[in-house]
Each structure stands twice: as structure tokens, then as C-alpha cells.
């Protein structure tokens, strides 16, 4: 079975999370196929959007602690370089996408896979959908991003009790404090993340690569920091043929068509 499935429809491409019988928690394979997969859909320009969901039942289960014990047992040093080799670029590849992410969580998101969710940058939510920080239930800490980009959507308090007692939160309560975006049937979170990626996919991409750029700079750094990213990235969108396009669109009472250029 392949570990991630890839769609292409719309200018959306769809990765698939493909373990459902294991709740498509990460194994070596899938974390590697995931960053292989985000790389080339960054690089694609037929690519105009990307939607992150899973197959079953479950989004993601996070880390397969199966093959994590049986490495530990066999003083295979792979487990511990996971994060450095794997969860820190596929986070890193997620956030940094020049084209807007989505996540359709059909179901449990739990440690790295809730983290993923996390950073993309929008979240559709099947209404049973739950989000487990547990691992601090494993004796270990944060990881995949999650103490950075967690506190960022819901607050620091909450994001606290979330990785200290390991406390599952609903779909319903995910949306009232900010987490995801939206909640829907669970038939139909990939349908409405799709018709919502598809939508932005024939948006000024160009112009979302440079929002996500400066939204994640000012996540970080100073009110002057802020600015300056701010001016570049409006500089280097006012340059844009879709910035002139829409301009013309508006003059002229019509809608725009935007390529991405």
C-alpha cells in the first residue's frame, strides 16, 4: 500500500495520509514521502493550492510508536534524530509552502499530526474530529512545531493545558476558541476544504505567498521587523500582473482573472 496518496484536481493537489488501518500515525516511510511530496507541489507551478487530509477514520494518529519502540529496542539511533530529520522540515516545508495549505481533518489529529494541522494555514474539521496533545503521556515534550504555532491559534493558557494534561478537544470547542476554521459533517470536510482550496487556487496566488510570508515573519519578530517585511512583500505584490489585472477588474466593474504571475 502507498504510504501518501497524491490528487491533482483544480489547481488543488491532495496529500493523503494512506495508513488508515494504523490511523495514519508517521512512520519513516510516510514522514519522508510527506516531505518529498510538500517539496514538489512547492516547486510545481500547476500547483496552486494544497490540501492535507487522511484516509479512514483518522487524520493523524501522530508518530507510529510501533516502529519507534521496535527502533529503540534495536539502539537504532533513527528515532532520535526524527524531529531533526523529519518533523522539523516537513513544518518547516508546510509553513514555508508559497501557496496556500489546507488541512481536512476527517478525523482524530493527534501529536505530530495535530501539529501539522497547525501549521497550515487553514483547517476544516469533520464535526467528530477530536485534537490530542498527549505527549506528555509518553514522557516526551512538543514537538513538530506545536509550542509555537498551538499557542499562536488558541492562546498560551490553553495551549498549556492542552500539552500538560493531555486533553482531548472537540470539534465544536476547537472552533469556538480559534483552532480550525470551520466544522462540517464528516462526509463532507474533504469536499469543502477542496472547494475552498480550489477557490483560492484560482486567486493572485502570488499575492497569498506573500501574505503567508509576512504573517509568519511578524509571528516572530518586532512591530519594526513587522513593517519591513510588510513593505517588501507589498512592493513585490504591487509588481505583480494579478495586482494590475485586479485593479483593471475593479475600474472596469468586472471580475478579475487572476494566473498567479
Known amino acids: 500500500?502507498?504510504?501518501?496518496?497524491?490528487?491533482?484536481?483544480?489547481?488543488?493537489?491532495?496529500?493523503?495520509?494512506?495508513?488508515?488501518?494504523?490511523?495514519?500515525?508517521?512512520?519513516?516511510?510516510?514522514?519522508?514521502?510527506?516531505?518529498?511530496?510538500?517539496?514538489?507541489?512547492?516547486?510545481?507551478d500547476a500547483v496552486r493550492a494544497v490540501v492535507l487530509t487522511?484516509?479512514?477514520?483518522?487524520?493523524?494518529?501522530?508518530?507510529?510508536?510501533?516502529?519507534?519502540?521496535a527502533l529503540l529496542a534495536a539502539n537504532d539511533p533513527a528515532p532520535l534524530s526524527t524531529v531533526e530529520a523529519h518533523y522539523n522540515p516537513i513544518v518547516t516545508a508546510i509553513t514555508a509552502l508559497p501557496k496556500p495549505i489546507i488541512a481536512a481533518v476527517n478525523g482524530m489529529a493527534a501529536g505530530a499530526g495535530a501539529s501539522f494541522a497547525y501549521a497550515c494555514d487553514l483547517r476544516v474539521a469533520a464535526d467528530s474530529a477530536k485534537f490530542l496533545m498527549a505527549f506528555a503521556n509518553v514522557g516526551l515534550t512538543a514537538d513538530s512545531g506545536a509550542s509555537w504555532t498551538l499557542p499562536r491559534l488558541i492562546g498560551y493558557g490553553r495551549a498549556m493545558e492542552m500539552m500538560l494534561l493531555a486533553k482531548p478537544v472537540s470539534a465544536e470547542e476547537a472552533l469556538r476558541v480559534g483552532m480550525v476554521t470551520q466544522v462540517v459533517p464528516a462526509a463532507e470536510v474533504l469536499p469543502v476544504a477542496h472547494?475552498?482550496?480550489?477557490?483560492?487556487?484560482?486567486?493572485?496566488?502570488?499575492?497569498?505567498?506573500?501574505?503567508?510570508?509576512?504573517?509568519?515573519?511578524?509571528?516572530?519578530?518586532?512591530?519594526?521587523?513587522?513593517?519591513?517585511?510588510?513593505?517588501?512583500?507589498?512592493?513585490?505584490?504591487?509588481?505583480?500582473?494579478?495586482?494590475?489585472?485586479?485593479?483593471?477588474?475593479?475600474?472596469?466593474?468586472?471580475?478579475?482573472?487572476?494566473?498567479?504571475?
Do not use: W
Open 195 to 261: 472547494a475552498l482550496a480550489a477557490r483560492m487556487a484560482a486567486g493572485p496566488t502570488t499575492a497569498y505567498a506573500k501574505i503567508k510570508e509576512a504573517m509568519l515573519a511578524s509571528a516572530g519578530g518586532s512591530l519594526a521587523e513587522g513593517l519591513a517585511v510588510e513593505g517588501r512583500t507589498q512592493a513585490e505584490a504591487g509588481r505583480t500582473a494579478d495586482h494590475r489585472e485586479a485593479v483593471d477588474a475593479f475600474v472596469a466593474k468586472r471580475e478579475p482573472g487572476f494566473t498567479g504571475r
Open 1 to 44: 500500500m502507498t504510504a501518501l496518496l497524491t490528487e491533482d484536481r483544480d489547481g488543488v493537489r491532495t496529500l493523503t495520509l494512506n495508513r488508515p488501518d494504523a490511523f495514519n500515525s508517521l512512520t519513516v516511510e510516510l514522514k519522508e514521502a510527506l516531505l518529498a511530496a510538500l517539496v514538489a507541489a512547492a516547486a510545481d
Open 54 to 69: 487522511g484516509a479512514g477514520k483518522a487524520f493523524c494518529a501522530g508518530q507510529d510508536l510501533k516502529e519507534h519502540m
